[in-house]
């Protein structure tokens, strides 16, 4: 067909008719493949797992290693979730990334009980995705009822101070990790701790020394990105407790070289307005 087109004699009006036709033809194939391209490139995160268990942990379990210092790992390659003997109180601070001075209300089971918690995505997912899952596991099985608010409080707000804060860029193959290293002295006494972060960011830092003040922690550093650094806690005649909050928050400003400031300063809360307990077999 085309070989006679190419050869014909057609009027000018012919060849518009012909030439408006096929572009019309074009177009309309082009919008209809449009979507199953995008679709390939573009497939939606899950919202929800596509499976999980959850079982309720006999009284008087104890709570995972880490748990303490905020570091936890609940999710795993495959898009699988995993928790230990974890209280709802502990798993919404993940989930919702918030402090444990940031929320308030709820029973007063969600820091005693503990649960079992296993989910499975059915494909990768990033952590922020996980995140948003386990919100709404949480909310279809223990029924989990949370708002946001805005409160004015003190909390320690952390800045970048006069000069470059002494913390370096994390490195190739390394895991995200912190260590506590009891130095040992005299009688058998903890002289000091060395606290080595590797692979952490200030906002995660920030959460893990507010669960050791049990205040809010604001950063407003600005600093993006995984770093690494050392802390040296060593105990004085005032401050005799190596793990002395106080001692925390001089290390940040005398070691790491933040501004640390106690201010009343907006802070988001999460309101917990209702949950259930979830029962065995769930």
Request: aromatic share 6%.
């Amino acid at each position: 067909m085309l070989t006679n087109l190419g050869s014909s004699r057609l009027a000018p009006a012919a060849w518009y008719l012909i030439v408006a036709r096929m572009s019309k033809i074009l177009s309309t194939t082009a919008l209809l493949l449009l979507p199953l391209a995008f679709g390939r490139c573009q497939a939606p995160a899950p919202s929800a797992f596509e499976a999980a268990s959850i079982t309720p942990c006999k009284p008087g379990t104890p709570g995972p290693p880490g748990e303490h210092a905020g570091m936890v790992q609940f999710t795993f390659p495959g898009g699988r979730f995993r928790a230990n003997a974890t209280t709802l109180k502990y798993l919404l601070e993940w989930a919702y990334d918030i402090q444990t001075a940031q929320h308030t209300g709820g029973p007063a089971w969600l820091s005693s009980d503990r649960y079992d918690i296993e989910a499975t995505a059915g494909t990768n997912a990033s952590d922020a995705q996980m995140k948003r899952m386990v919100q709404a596991l949480l909310e279809d099985r223990f029924h989990l009822k949370v708002h946001r608010e805005t409160k004015e409080m003190q909390a320690i707000v952390l800045a970048q101070g006069r000069n470059a804060p002494k913390i370096s860029p994390a490195k190739d193959g390394e895991i995200h990790a912190v260590r506590f290293t009891p130095q040992d002295g005299s009688g058998g006494k903890v002289a000091s701790y060395h606290i080595l972060c590797t692979r952490f960011t200030v906002a995660e830092l920030s959460d893990t020394f507010a669960r050791q003040l049990g205040q809010v922690i604001v950063d407003q550093t600005g600093l993006q990105g995984d770093f690494d650094f050392t802390i040296d806690l060593t105990p004085d005649e005032s401050r005799p407790n190596p793990l002395d909050p106080t001692m925390l928050l001089s290390a940040l400003r005398d070691q790491i070289g933040l501004s640390v400031k106690s201010q009343k300063t907006p802070v988001e809360i999460l309101v917990i307005d209702g949950a259930e307990k979830v029962a065995a077999g769930n």
